[in-house]
């Protein structure tokens, strides 16, 4: 096979998503492979490359392959940039089709944190991490969750920029909205500011509604080339660009932790890459796991000047109607968490059209996140349904 001038998403495949009971991360895997090689009209003979990504569980492994009976791959490996990891995989597959090490790479999440009789809440904080050296003085002081770092760095871009809560609050409001149009999100019943300013503090000053989801499920999606996809079962969903960022931010005097992201310097990447500015974007699907990471992605990648985060999101632009469409199933806020494969698989229902009731108006150009760690590392993909260049 020749070299292609792109490539492609070519199929999705989603198994049930939320409190899904009975089935290993490993099954629930291979269940979206299956699921993505269907929707894209391939047997799953025709895949020779496999990344593999899990969750809280730590499975599944390489040993997928051997579950779903794949032999003579030419690309076979586990990744693990936390919530970035499924735009570096989609990235990985993309250069290795590209580079002619293999042709059609299946890149699969699957996990299954929660389990039955139990709170959402306790599936994070079963396995307690032991404190010691310089991380047992921050947990001395209350830093011993997720989400109180992630408190910290919001608490500091409003410290520093003024950004409020009922900004934050914004953002959960939208992102709900969309979420009453997807029939498969796990929260769908509207809400108001109201409602989120009197939602119970996790960590202050995160509301309850300030974060995300958890959830059991899997997603897969088929990349290969654009030459290919475009003679199989759905259209092709096009690579235009993709980056990373790694700031390493140290959490000391000086540092910029809070107040910038990865974003920044992966979004250029992959904007350089696609040719395209932020002006050019339909449709943001951004890494949620709290609302502040919506606010300060969009900062970071330049649809509005840092600092003004809070403003634009209040201004009612991400929401139905407004003129940055963000977030169009509901997110990780309200529709499911399997981190960045839920923005990811948003971005590929949009670029396909086939998001009903909460279809955006226009879709040519889609922005999708990923965010990992605690603001540690970030993916970008830049996706539409239109070849590059055409």
């Not at 922005?367 to 990992?372: D, I």
Request: aromatic share 6%.
């Amino acid at each position: 096979m020749g070299t292609s001038r792109g490539t492609s998403i070519a199929g999705l495949g989603m198994t049930e998503l939320g409190r899904v009971y009975g089935r290993s991360p490993r099954r629930l895997a291979a269940d979206a492979v299956r699921l993505a090689a269907a929707d894209a009209g391939l047997a799953l003979g025709d895949l020779d490359g496999l990344l593999v990504s899990h969750g809280m569980g730590g499975s599944p492994g390489i040993e997928l392959a051997g579950t779903l009976g794949l032999r003579d791959l030419r690309l076979l490996s586990q990744v693990n940039a936390f919530g970035a990891t499924a735009g570096a995989m989609v990235s990985y597959a993309a250069s290795a089709v590209l580079s002619g090490t293999a042709t059609t790479v299946a890149c699969v999440f699957a996990d299954a944190p929660l389990k039955p009789k139990q709170s959402a809440g306790s599936a994070y904080n079963r396995d307690a991490r032991e404190w010691y050296g310089f991380g047992g003085m921050t947990a001395a002081l209350g830093l011993r969750s997720v989400n109180s770092y992630y408190a910290l760095a919001a608490q500091r871009h409003m410290a520093r920029y003024g950004t409020t809560s009922e900004q934050l609050g914004a953002i959960a409001v939208a992102t709900r909205e969309w979420a009453s149009r997807n029939p498969l999100a796990q929260m769908r019943d509207p809400i108001t500011l109201a409602d989120h300013q009197n939602s119970r503090w996790v960590s202050e000053p995160l509301h309850l509604l300030d974060c995300c989801l958890v959830s059991n499920g899997a997603i897969a999606v088929i990349v290969t080339s654009d030459d290919r996809a475009r003679d199989l079962a759905r259209p092709p969903v096009h690579l235009w660009g993709w980056g990373q960022g790694h700031p390493g931010h140290r959490k000391e005097r000086g540092s910029e932790f809070g107040l910038t992201t990865g974003a920044a310097s992966s979004g250029a990447t992959a904007m350089k890459m696609a040719g395209i500015t932020p002006s050019d974007v339909d449709v943001c699907e951004l890494y949620d796991c709290y609302t502040y990471t919506v606010l300060v992605s969009l900062e970071d990648y330049g649809f509005c000047a840092k600092g003004e985060g809070g403003a634009f999101a209040a201004s009612g632009a991400l929401g139905p109607g407004g003129s940055l469409p963000t977030n169009t199933g509901g997110g990780q806020l309200s529709a499911y968490y399997m981190w960045g494969m839920t923005p990811l698989s948003e971005a590929v229902i949009q670029a396909r059209g086939d998001g009903g009731e909460r279809q955006a108006p226009s879709s040519d150009v889609i922005l999708v996140s990923g965010n990992g760690g605690i603001l540690d590392h970030h993916s970008t993909l830049i996706v539409s349904p239109h070849r590059k260049g055409a």
